[in-house]
């Protein structure tokens, strides 16, 4: 049994996240800006009120954790805005918001709870292959795609940077999933997403730290 956080866990994929983690037995701490009724039905730790924005949330959010030893921490919190290159001036405020939330959060998060990891740990970051500059194929999604590449490379600097405490980061791309983020459209549904993301999580090792995988297992080109 670990104790395992998840971020935005009220809804989408998190939520899913907290539930299969609960129902393995892990002790799940589901941090969430507010809890939803699904997400109250677990049994999960709630910590809610927390913008993985903003730094006094997270400060609390530390706090609250304090002597807590974190074992596994997804950071799964996102945000998808739409981009329209000829738009580009009004619109810079939802890169701004996607940078903030998809690029920072995970490493701000990360960073905010480190003295809370211990060897052995395991830090997911979810992240998409819509970052992937090998995968681009179709442009497009300016906003979403920047922040994703971003969060890609910082995954990779936070692999340096905790192996030698002998915790391993792995960038851990769901699918394409049917949540509040696609209107529901997508492949697979947040269900069999987070199944495919908890056994990668499972398999992540120092010696697979930094890696780009898809929940299905497939290695993703950066
Ligand atoms: P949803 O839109 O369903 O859920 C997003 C979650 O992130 C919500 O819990 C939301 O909380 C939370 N969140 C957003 N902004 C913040 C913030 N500032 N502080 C704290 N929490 C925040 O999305 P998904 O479940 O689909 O996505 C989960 C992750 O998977 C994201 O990182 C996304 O980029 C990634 N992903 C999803 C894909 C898909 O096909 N769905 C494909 C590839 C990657 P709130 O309810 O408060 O807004």
Redesign the pocket.
Known sequence: MANVLV????????LELARQLAERGDRVIAV???RSDELSALDARIESG????DRDSLADLAGRLDGVELHGLFN?????RSSDFDALEDQLDDYRLQF???AL?PLRVTRALVDRLVEGSKVAI?????GSIADNTSGGHYGYRMS?AAVNMGGVSLAHELKPRGIAVGLL?????Q????GHT?HVG?AEAAAGLIQRFDELSLESTGSFRHANGEALDW
């Not at 927390?50 to 924005?53: G, L, P, R």
């Open positions: 971020t935005g866990a009220n809804r989408g994929i998190g969430c800006r507010e927390i913008d993985v924005t799964n919190a996102g945000v998808l903030e939330v998809n959060g979810i992240t998409s292959r819509m994703k791309h769901p699918g394409y999933v949540t509040d983020m696609t997508g947040p």
